[in-house]
């Protein structure tokens, strides 16, 4: 047995002066199934509340960006890019890493020249962390560090936020400039 499948009349108005309005019919839907469903109307579902299909993640999406490597760079490492599109340890020693802290390294270490896969956004965990309280803000450090106070630099910038004491949520914040 085929599924139902809804449909509205929607009336528009596509002209100034336009004396009758124009119809058309289009699909409705109260469960997601990704792109097929683009354009459809949204309708609650039977407990009355929208499905969660129909909602962006929260927290689940990652960004990961692959760049390459100026320099040793470690796994882990917060990392910027610099006018030559290359990727360099941040530090907030150098004022125009406020602009170009992009995330942090998950490949393992890499040498100048290689590919690195760079976290820019989302749920990260390292078995090597050991942050100690969960809700604290995490900063860019020196030299691709990050470090729980804002150290002493030109400008700090948030990273994120400590979860556990081996997860965090990258989220790069604004920067402050400093000096």
């Excluded at 990704?34 to 990652?62: C, Q, R, T």
Aim: glycine share 10%; hydrophobic share 45%; proline share 5%.
């Amino acid at each position: 047995m085929a599924l139902p499948k809804w449909s509205v009349i929607l009336n528009r108005m596509d002209a100034i002066g336009q004396k009758f309005w124009t119809e058309w019919r289009n699909e409705v839907t109260d469960v997601s199934t990704g792109a097929a469903d683009a354009g459809a109307v949204v309708m609650l579902g039977p407990n009355g509340k929208i499905d969660p299909s129909m909602l962006p993640a929260s927290g689940s999406d990652i960004v990961i960006t692959t760049l390459t490597a100026n320099q040793t760079i470690g796994a882990y490492q917060v990392v910027a890019v610099h006018a030559d599109g290359l990727a360099y340890l941040a530090t907030l020693t150098n004022v125009a890493d406020a602009s170009q802290t992009i995330g942090i390294a998950i490949s393992s270490a890499v040498n100048p020249g290689d590919t690195l896969q760079v976290q820019q956004v989302g749920f990260l965990s390292n078995l090597g962390w050991n942050w100690l309280t969960p809700g604290v803000t995490l900063f860019l450090g020196i030299n691709g560090t990050l470090v729980t106070n804002p150290s002493t630099g030109v400008f700090e910038i948030p990273m994120g936020t400590v979860i556990s004491n081996t997860k965090i949520e990258l989220q790069i914040g604004l920067p402050i400039i400093l000096a």
